[in-house]
């Protein structure tokens, strides 16, 4: 198990051959794999210490960390180049860590220099056989701001010419359901007669409710089209053939051609549709 303590710690590796680095790793992401990657090139084994939930509060905010301590060991652990991993109690703990462990190198990321750089003499003072470097990170890129501005981003629909597109876009940007925000539309004599997204507690697609909408206004569905976000299933396609639709498009290719080739076998046109997004 690489998440331990440092008792045990002490007794897998030798002094003055570890490289030490540590920080929140909240929000983990890309870009703290990257900073991590490049500790273990300056030297291994790499000793990660992950902050405790108490001070990650500190130092982040009251609404931090949005993962908690074991939740960010774990993922740390779990990279292939990080040899162990510490839960650090208390900041000022990590002196007693470095006079512990003894590692041959200790690194910061780049942050606040003046710092960084005052309490990297500090350490140099005290164990002088210790080295330090300071890393180029982008570790704080993906912030808590940075998500929730992004999680919020709403599309520009104004942008976008095709009506069809935009309503494809604006049914699926605001399904309610968590996963497979799918949606789709019927249209005849270029009218849209019916829309949908998926349904999740029904376990319904988008295809087979935009169908029965349509079915129950009386829609003539051999003379209407249908247009999906994404292919339909072979589950949908069986049913888009047993209403009759011979004309199907779609906006985005989805890696499962099942239903695309179910229904050309039976003669029923589909075309992937260019959006002007």
């Given amino acids: 198990m690489k998440i331990i303590t440092l008792s045990k710690l002490t007794k897998k590796i030798k002094p003055f051959t570890a490289t030490l680095t540590g920080d929140v ?6 870009e703290h794999v990257r900073y991590l990657r490049e500790c273990s090139k300056v030297g291994r084994p ?25 939740q960010r060991a774990e993922m740390v652990a779990a990279l292939e180049f990080v040899d162990f991993v510490l839960i650090l109690e208390r900041p000022s703990d990590y002196e007693k860590y470095l006079r512990i462990i003894k590692p041959k190198n200790y690194i910061y990321p780049k942050g606040i220099m003046k710092h960084r750089k005052f309490t990297s003499r500090l350490i140099t003072e005290k ?127 989805y890696g499962n051609d099942d239903g695309i080739k179910f229904l050309r076998t039976h003669g029923v046109k589909v075309k992937k549709f260019k959006s002007d997004k």
């Fill in 127 to 253: 164990f002088p056989n210790i080295k330090i470097f300071f890393l180029d990170n982008n570790l704080h890129q993906y912030d808590a701001d940075f998500l929730t501005k992004r999680l919020h981003a709403r599309r520009e629909y104004s942008k976008i010419k095709n009506p069809i597109t935009r309503r494809l876009y604006f049914i699926a940007d605001n399904s309610k359901a968590t996963i497979g925000k799918i949606s789709a539309l019927i249209t005849f004599n270029n009218k849209i007669m019916a829309e949908s997204d998926n349904i999740e507690g029904k376990s319904l697609h988008a295809e087979q409710i935009v169908l029965r909408k349509a079915k129950l206004k009386g829609v003539n569905l051999k003379k209407a089209k249908l247009y999906i976000l994404i292919p339909p299933c072979k589950l949908c396609a069986q049913e888009i053939l047993k209403n009759q639709l011979t004309q199907i498009y779609y906006l985005h290719p």
């Fill in 46 to 70: 790499l000793v990660v210490v992950v902050q405790a939930d108490k001070t990650a509060k500190i130092r982040s905010g009251f609404s931090r960390p949005v993962m908690d301590e074991r």
């Fill in 25 to 30: 790793f909240d929000l983990f992401n890309i």
